[in-house]
């Protein structure tokens, strides 16, 4: 076999893959700011000319596209009892992506901005894809490599990881992006973004997996078991209503930055501190989830989501006005991101059971439908109207996640 793999978890191997996700989470919280969807790559397509159509076609890829190939995803790795290939793969996919980018705007000059942002988006689409991908496994095999009683530990030790690696690596792009001119600040994140990357795969070499039930369906066969794990699980239909009202939400941020842009300059210093700020709200969230998580449950966690896109779609109408006032948005904005991560992303494994996760994975990429046409049809309508209509869209979408929320039954975060 090309892998170590068994047939029950041992102590001694739940340690063991224990601190190889560890390592995992400590380089890849060193990468994430390097690469921040929401607003470094944005502001660098928009210096490259990119409109605001392509803007909403960005984020529909990194965004709804992934997550709806996570349904064939699940179709095809359901078969395997094995995963870790198939999360290697995936991972080294994306590093391959990410030494693309960095060779693309390299060779921006000549190739021209056209050429240019064609092959930038070929590779934003194998880059989200194969994030797609490699998730389905790392989901899988976080279920059964970790042993229950140990899932805390790493959960806590991740949160704390995440936030050092943020901050460290949001003052690396940040130094980045003021002291190297345009295109070089791009070749040099990307390039350190896949150093980084590959160096965080390597924890899975070391992994030992366990030989997981291999269930022999096609592709149809599974597509057809959806709709009566919908029926069954009343939690699962508002799940998958709330990744359509609410989590429109987080294809929002990447127009906060083009908004951004049309009332001041988006200078390298602008994109620096964009990043900072937003990643300041996710560290504030993320520090306040770590302390006091316990104390709710995820479906509480869901309303102060809903909350704090509400405050940033607001703000973003009110402090418009002032570079400086207008960062706080990006605070705001950063804080949502990181609660609703946490709360979709937790929910999923409470309402699953690892029997049926791959599925659910799966039910979920193919569920979130909204999310992967609402960017799109924003960036095509924002040439013939203003920014407010598209507001107030939003916010109706949004607000109606608060009548599902509302139903979810969840336990504490204990």
């Given at each position: ?10 102590e ?44 909403g ?40 992506a990410?030494?693309g ?54 959960f ?16 690396v ?8 001119d ?94 900072f ?7 504030v ?27 940033t779609l607001?703000g ?20 949502f991101?990181?609660?609703?991560r ?7 494994l ?20 909204l ?15 203003s920014?407010?209509?598209?507001l ?23």
């Amino acid at each position: 076999m090309p892998f170590e793999v068994e047939m029950e978890l041992s102590e001694q191997n739940s340690r063991n893959n224990l601190i190889a996700f560890l390592w995992h989470a400590v380089f890849l919280a060193l990468t994430v700011s390097l690469v921040e969807v929401n607003t470094v790559v944005p502001a660098l397509l928009l210096k490259l000319g990119a409109s605001s159509f392509l803007l909403g076609l960005f984020t529909t890829i990194t965004l709804g596209g992934a997550s709806f190939a996570q349904l064939f995803f699940a179709g095809v790795l359901l078969n395997r009892p094995r995963k870790k290939g198939a999360l290697l793969l995936g991972i080294n996919l994306r590093v391959g992506a990410l030494f693309g980018l960095a060779l693309t705007f390299a060779w921006s000059d000549r190739l021209g901005s056209t050429t240019t942002l064609v092959i930038l988006f070929l590779l934003i689409a194998l880059f989200s894809l194969s994030g797609a991908f490699a998730n389905i496994s790392f989901t899988d095999l976080l279920g059964k490599s970790i042993r229950k009683e140990r899932r805390k530990t790493f959960f806590t030790a991740k949160q704390i990881i995440n936030s050092a690696g943020l901050l460290v690596s949001t003052l690396v792009a940040r130094t980045i992006l003021k002291s190297v001119d345009f295109p070089g600040n791009s070749v040099v994140l990307f390039s350190l973004a896949g150093i980084l990357l590959l160096v965080a795969s390597l924890g899975f070499w070391r992994l030992r997996e366990v030989e997981g039930e291999g269930r022999r369906r096609s592709f149809f066969s599974f597509v057809r078991q959806i709709p009566g794990e919908i029926r069954r699980n009343p939690n699962l239909k508002r799940y998958l209503g709330i990744m359509n009202t609410l989590g429109v939400g987080m294809g929002v941020p990447p127009f906060l930055v083009l908004y951004a842009r049309e009332h001041f300059q988006l200078t390298a210093e602008v994109v620096g501190n964009i990043l900072f700020f937003i990643t300041f709200g996710l560290l504030v969230a993320g520090l306040f989830l770590f302390k006091f998580a316990a104390r709710f449950n995820y479906r509480e966690l869901l309303f102060a989501a809903l909350g704090l896109q509400l405050a940033t779609l607001l703000g973003a109408v009110l402090l418009h006005g002032s570079a400086t006032a207008s960062l706080f948005v990006f605070t705001l904005a950063g804080m949502f991101l990181a609660t609703y991560r946490m709360a979709i992303g937790g929910l999923l494994l409470e309402i699953s059971t690892m029997e049926n996760r791959t599925v659910y994975a799966g039910i979920a990429g193919a569920g979130s439908i909204l999310p992967l046409i609402a960017p799109l049809a924003a960036g095509a309508v924002l040439p013939f109207v203003s920014f407010l209509p598209l507001l107030v869209v939003v916010v109706v979408v949004v607000t109606a996640s608060g009548f599902l929320i509302r139903g979810i039954e969840c336990r504490p975060l204990k």
